[in-house]
């Protein structure tokens, strides 16, 4: 619910934080959507080249066009868990309310980061 992570381990989160850290990557934790647009609005405005984030496919859906306006081109993966779409708290979610966490697939984060970092071929 807070900016920022301590990235403790104990869930998959802050281990994906570490795997990007373990990259020389930036994260960032979001926290609602406003949170999102003023992060990829800040990203845009310091030059970053691209992103790789994690979000829901219904979440993606309803915001393609918000991510298309951000300018920035990204890699998002789909969580592991159920959503706050599917569980009817979609507007808890977006008010940074939401008390679910995301499950991020780190074995396909692991993948994408030896790509993206020239490690390996797809």
Do not use: W
């Not at 619910?1 to 869930?11: A, H, N, P, W």
């Amino acid at each position: 619910y807070e900016k920022g992570c301590g990235s403790c381990g104990k869930c998959t989160v802050g281990m994906a934080l570490n795997m990007a850290k373990a990259e020389n990557m930036t994260p960032i934790c979001i926290t609602s959507f406003e949170d999102l647009a003023s992060e990829l609005r800040d990203m845009r405005e310091k030059g970053v080249s691209a992103f790789l984030g994690c979000c829901c496919e219904p979440f993606f859906t309803q915001h393609v066009n918000d991510f298309e306006a951000a300018g920035i081109p990204g890699i998002l993966l789909d969580i592991d868990n159920k959503t706050c779409y599917e569980l009817d708290l979609a507007e808890k979610a977006y008010a940074g309310e939401y008390e679910r966490q995301t499950a991020v697939n780190l074995g396909l984060l692991a993948k994408v980061l030896k790509v993206v970092h020239g490690h390996s071929q797809v």
